[in-house]
């Protein structure tokens, strides 16, 4: 018996700037960890010159063409290497602060999946969508002792500010402390790492070894829980990440 396997697209992402020309300077490369749940789910990676579109594979013969239909929560992540080293001499926002990447992604305000648009709060990418990246089996913080002498770091969700999980310590005596925290119970690597002492330590993080050993300036998450064959046809589901060109001098 032979298959005759079809392909539709699931999914584009496509970067362009602020004058709707294409960037084709951004190159996205699929984590581990992504590429076994695209795997399970019949997806296939294509790179294009300004982006990449992930294609779902059906067998449109089956009572059910989908293969392997989405019915829980995923998250698709990718690293984002830049071919052109003058990228952020022509766009925003800045990396001016040691170990911040930019983190693109598809939930809304309240960590609600968004089914198309914008991958970045505003219509731009800027200084909000900036996170520090780090290794979640060691993840480096410096905490200011300055204001106070916090005994503990806590990770919590970046929507409700729940509690995931906590880590103390004992403060040395100095203006601040530098310390290494296990973050691998995250149930997802995008967090907020605060101390109980205001100040001392509040800051947006993602803590994925693969991507901190990456180097990555950009980091993407995809976000889905629905059937693949949901989205529009044949476009997909369709997203973008705007980049503000800088002023001329």
């Known amino acids: 018996m032979s298959f005759v396997w079809q392909y539709n697209r699931f999914l584009r992402v496509a970067f362009d700037d ?6 084709t300077s951004l190159v996205c490369k699929p984590t581990a960890p992504t590429r076994k749940i695209m795997e399970n789910h019949a997806l ?4 294009e010159p300004a982006g990449f579109s992930v ?4 067998s449109p013969e089956a009572a059910d063409p989908l293969i392997a239909p989405i019915s829980d929560r995923i998250r698709l992540s990718f690293g984002v290497a830049l071919q052109d080293r003058q990228f952020f001499s022509r766009y925003h926002p800045d990396l001016s602060a040691a170990g911040r990447q930019i983190l693109l992604e598809n939930l809304d305000a309240g960590g609600a999946i968004r089914l198309s648009g914008a991958l970045s709060a505003g219509d731009t990418v800027e200084q909000t969508e900036l996170v520090h990246a780090g290794p979640a089996s060691a ?9 106070g002498s916090p005994d503990r770091v806590r990770a919590r969700d970046r929507f409700d500010n729940t509690q995931l999980l906590e880590q103390l310590f004992s403060p040395p005596p100095g203006p601040s402390l530098q ?6 119970a995250l149930p997802h690597p995008a967090a907020r790492l605060t101390t109980p002492v205001p100040g001392a330590l509040d800051q947006q993080i993602y803590a994925d070894n693969e991507i901190a050993r990456s180097g990555v300036p950009v980091i993407l998450d995809l976000w889905w829980d629905q059937r693949q064959d949901t989205v529009p046809v044949p476009a997909g589901a369709e997203f973008t990440a705007t980049f503000r060109n800088r002023l001329a001098p």
């Open 44 to 47: 296939v990676f294509r790179s």
């Open 55 to 58: 294609f779902s594979r059906a």
């Open 139 to 147: 993840f480096p913080v410096t905490i200011d002792l300055t204001g």
């Open 18 to 23: 602020d004058n709707g020309d294409a960037v």
């Open 179 to 184: 310390m290494n925290i296990d973050l691998q």
